[in-house]
């Protein structure tokens, strides 16, 4: 029997350095193993606690895998019907400018049924928080073509792979919503190793932070895997995001501050 | 000069045994037990302890947030 | 101060919700109700009580931050026309789905599809049995005049807060354009507290706030259901609003609300002056239905019409409260015709004194 007690000389409060955050609550989350939305979530919660924004704060989700998201955070939560987030993330903002408001979408939610509200939303320069989770597939119907899909990428209703002449291109939505005005910052991030993680942290912080700026939108795509739809173990499916996701959704700044990243 | 000795603890009911924690640890101290929990899942553990800094690597990628780190400098 | 005013329908419901103390209004323009947003729009409802009034992307985009704005507890209005409330039906079932209070004004026009601009009733269906998907009911508001249309908002936000739940003003092109004297009532202040179940954020006092409408336990989905089920039968026990003309004596009776029911209130003096015992009743609620009073009347008369500009949505619900006791047809117009008051003596005579 594998006991998990630790090293009993070092496991001592003072030596605490890392604890799952108090804006978690301690509901099991019902993601596949080795999902990326338990991470984002996680890391929204930390970046929560840090800032001492709990009652300040006001997440909506979205109908995709994350939709029982408010199950796990311990914040008030607004379910969107799918795609809407943006705009009832918006009424939420206007009506209480104080607060610090975020979406949280995946792919299917956010570029293809809610395409007209997510360029609204950025193109408004609503001063709200957009996580957005892609994974390349809907992941909660079982693994159906995204508008994410990469060109030649199987889904159970892309079985040959995505044809792009029948099918349509995979969608940049992070680089369409980085060229309207309304944006303040968009950035591409992925949570899959340690060093990730913490960029991805940080970019989570900026996007609350920027809220109290009040000039715009702040994006952050996070790539993700979905080990079940992609049909592979959870390190094989990081992997595979890596070596095909990343050339396609490469991870960095995209808009700062107002301005494309590399342009003047 | 000080050198940190860590440990961690694994939540290991809520473990999911994704392996990610395994392959993100630079100092290769977590393995999958070859038990199982109660939902089936063969759940991550200390195989050599002693090889933990307390670096968090593995607690920063946890998707389920299982993992608790603890640290201490001690001279070596 | 109260104020009285010379104003369009839809003017009226615009500074009726400011009045009322509204936080916001979302809308998306379509006519033949575009003046509500326009009229909003040059007010400043900002300036004069801090109102959110903003135009949207869709008629998808309004209703979802109708949503978003009833979840943080605020007193929100939206308003369209019927190819726009068709679109606004997935976020009503999520915001019914969700028990939150919210006041929808639809200014039909006649349809199906794009169909016309002018004034028609054939949204009924659509407003009092639900309209989107699941079982669920709206209130739902029938006025005839301007006064009402105003009188209507602050009534709305009233029973829409009461019940939790989203509430019609069901109204039309007509009554929409239509100039009329207006009784405004005072500013009221908008509100400074908010209900308990609000996402205004979570303080360490209390347990945090979901609004969903998901529940992915049968017996708990089930359970909801019959919850709000028996809202709206306390909506039935208590809620029911309606009017009568000449009903005493009646022996004919129109049954009638919004545009037709101003112009059978005519028809019944028309037909009186003819020798023709009729009376009227209106419905004010549609949803809750005045069930318990047609019955009542169904004793007394010797024949029922309904009068609708449809080709005949509320004749059904007025069959179904008769239960066969007297004989109910339908007289209507469409495609944006009004009946005439004489149109309807003839149909009241075609059908019952031949
Ligand atoms: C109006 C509507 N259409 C379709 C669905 C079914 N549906 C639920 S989730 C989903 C796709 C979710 O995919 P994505 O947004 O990428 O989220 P993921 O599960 O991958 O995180 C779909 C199509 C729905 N719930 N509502
Ligand atoms: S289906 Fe995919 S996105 Fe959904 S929980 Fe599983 S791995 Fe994550
Ligand atoms: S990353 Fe977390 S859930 Fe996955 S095996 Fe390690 S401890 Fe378990
Ligand atoms: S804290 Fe660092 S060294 Fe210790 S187990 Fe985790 S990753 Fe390995
Ligand atoms: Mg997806």
């Known amino acids: 029997m594998v006991e998990n007690t630790g090293i009993s000389d070092i496991v001592k409060d003072e030596n605490l350095v890392y604890q799952k955050t108090k804006v978690l609550t301690d509901k099991v989350m019902h993601y596949c193993p080795g999902c990326g939305h338990g991470t984002a979530h996680r890391l929204i919660a930390e970046v929560i606690e840090e800032m001492d924004i709990q009652a300040g704060t006001i997440g909506v989700t979205p109908v995709g895998c994350a939709v029982l998201m408010y199950n796990y955070l311990d914040i008030d939560m607004q379910e969107a019907a799918h795609g809407r987030a943006p705009a009832v993330a918006t009424a939420i903002k206007r009506l209480m400018p104080d607060k610090y408001v975020f979406t949280y979408q995946g792919d299917g939610d956010l570029a293809a049924i809610g395409t007209a509200e997510t360029i609204h939303a950025c193109n408004r320069g609503e001063n709200i928080a957009v996580f957005f989770i892609n994974n390349g597939i809907y992941g909660m119907t079982g693994g159906q073509m995204a508008p994410t899909t990469l060109s030649g990428m199987k889904s159970s209703t892309s079985p040959y792979g995505r044809d792009v002449q029948m099918m349509g291109n995979p ?3 992070t680089e369409l919503v980085a060229q309207l005005p309304g944006t303040w910052y968009v950035t591409r991030q992925a949570v899959h190793t340690p060093a990730s993680v913490r960029k991805a942290k940080k970019a989570i912080r900026q996007a609350f932070e920027n809220q109290k700026l009040k000039k715009g939108l702040s994006l952050v795509e996070i790539v993700s895997n979905c080990n079940s739809g992609w049909k592979m173990s959870p390190v094989e499916a990081n992997k595979w995001m890596v070596e095909n996701m990343f050339p396609f959704y490469p991870p960095g700044d995209i808009k700062l501050e107002g301005k494309m990243v590399g342009k003047e | 000069m000080a050198k940190s000795k860590g440990s961690i603890i694994v939540d290991k009911e809520r473990c999911k045994g994704c392996e990610i924690c ?7 101290v977590i393995s999958l037990a070859r038990e199982v929990n109660s939902k089936g899942y063969h759940f991550a553990y200390m195989e050599n302890p002693e090889a933990c800094t307390g670096c968090t690597n593995c607690a920063v990628v946890c998707p389920d947030g299982v993992i608790t780190v603890y640290r201490k400098k001690v001279n070596a | 101060m109260k104020e009285l005013k010379l104003m369009k329908g839809n003017e009226a419901i615009a500074e009726a919700a400011i009045r009322a103390g509204a936080d916001a209004y979302f809308g998306y323009p379509i006519t033949p109700q575009s003046e509500i947003l ?5 007010e400043k409802p900002h300036e004069r009580t801090g109102m959110v009034v903003l135009q949207a992307e869709s008629e998808i985009a309004a209703i979802n931050m109708v949503y978003g704005g009833a979840a943080c507890g605020r007193k929100v209005i939206t308003s369209s026309s019927s190819p726009g409330i068709s679109l606004k039906q997935e976020g009503l079932s999520y915001i019914a789905g969700s028990e939150l209070p919210c006041v929808v004004v639809n200014v039909v026009r006649g349809g199906p599809g794009l169909g016309t601009i002018q004034p028609a009733q054939s949204d009924y269906f659509q407003a009092v049995k639900g309209g989107g998907h699941g079982d669920y009911r709206l209130i739902v508001l029938a006025p005839q005049s301007v006064q009402e249309m105003a009188d209507f908002v602050d009534l709305g936000f009233e029973l829409a807060f009461k ?3 989203p ?3 069901l109204t039309d092109g ?20 908010f209900p308990e179940w609000a996402t205004t954020g979570k303080t360490p006092d209390r347990e945090r706030n979901i609004i969903t409408s998901l529940d992915l336990d049968s017996a708990e989905q089930e359970k909801f259901n019959m919850k709000i089920q028996e809202k709206y039968r306390k909506m039935e026990a208590e809620e029911v609003r309606f009017e009568t003309t000449d009903t005493e004596d009646a022996e004919y009776l129109l049954v009638a609300y919004g545009t037709s029911a101003r112009i059978c209130q005519k028809s019944v003096r028309l037909a009186r002056d003819k020798g023709i015992k009729a009376g009227l009743l209106r419905p004010v609620t549609l949803f809750p239905f005045p069930k318990k009073i047609l019955s009542e009347l169904a004793g007394k008369v010797r024949g029922i019409l309904t009068v609708e500009m449809s080709t005949g949505q509320m004749v059904e619900d007025v069959r179904l409260a008769v239960e066969g006791k007297v004989q109910v047809e339908h007289y209507g117009r469409m495609g944006g015709i009004i009946p005439s008051p004489e149109d309807i003596v003839d149909a009241l005579g075609k059908n019952f004194l031949k």
């Open chain 1, 171 to 173: 969608l940049k939505m």
């Open chain 2, 22 to 28: 395994v392959l993100a640890c630079p100092t290769g």
């Open chain 3, 174 to 193: 007509a009554l929409g354009q239509m100039m009329e004297k207006v009784w405004l009532q005072e500013q009221k202040p908008r509100m400074k507290t």
């Open chain 3, 163 to 165: 019940y939790r739940n």
């Open chain 3, 38 to 42: 326009e009229y909003l729009m040059a």
């Open chain 3, 167 to 169: 509430l019609m003003i």
